[in-house]
């Protein structure tokens, strides 16, 4: 079983930094993507942050300009270090993966257990 595990969230003020970090482990032939979501209490799960397999990144608009999502394939690993934090960014942030449990086989998602972000005014 694939296994991905969300560290580094916390309580910090507006205007602050976070770096969160996800590790993949498991049966794992080759990562497609990984990415970001983030979910605020009551509204639908959304987008942060994902990286394809090409390099490519794309962002939430809302996000664009303080947040920063980095890979290292060696590690099976991802991180999302989030600048000048606002009081909306505050969520349950997910760690995600497409991904590949052998040659020929379809893709997967597969999901972190979340790491909660709580930004105070």
């Known amino acids: 079983q694939v296994q991905l595990v969300e560290s580094g969230g916390g309580l910090v003020q507006a205007g602050g930094s976070l770096r969160l970090s996800c590790a993949a482990s498991?049966?794992?032939?080759?990562?497609?993507?990984m990415g970001w979501y983030r979910q605020a209490p009551g509204k639908q799960r959304e987008l942060v942050a994902v990286?394809?397999?090409?390099?490519?990144?794309n962002y939430a608009d809302s996000v664009k300009g303080r947040f920063t999502s980095s890979r290292d394939n060696a590690k099976n690993t991802i991180n999302l270090q989030m600048n000048s934090l606002k009081p909306e960014d505050t969520a349950v942030y997910y760690c995600n993966a497409v991904l590949h449990t052998q040659r020929y086989s379809y893709q997967s998602n597969y999901w972190g257990q979340g790491t909660q972000v709580t930004v105070s005014s």
């Open positions: 498991g049966s794992i032939f080759s990562i497609n993507s």
């Open positions: 990286i394809f397999s090409d390099g490519n990144t």
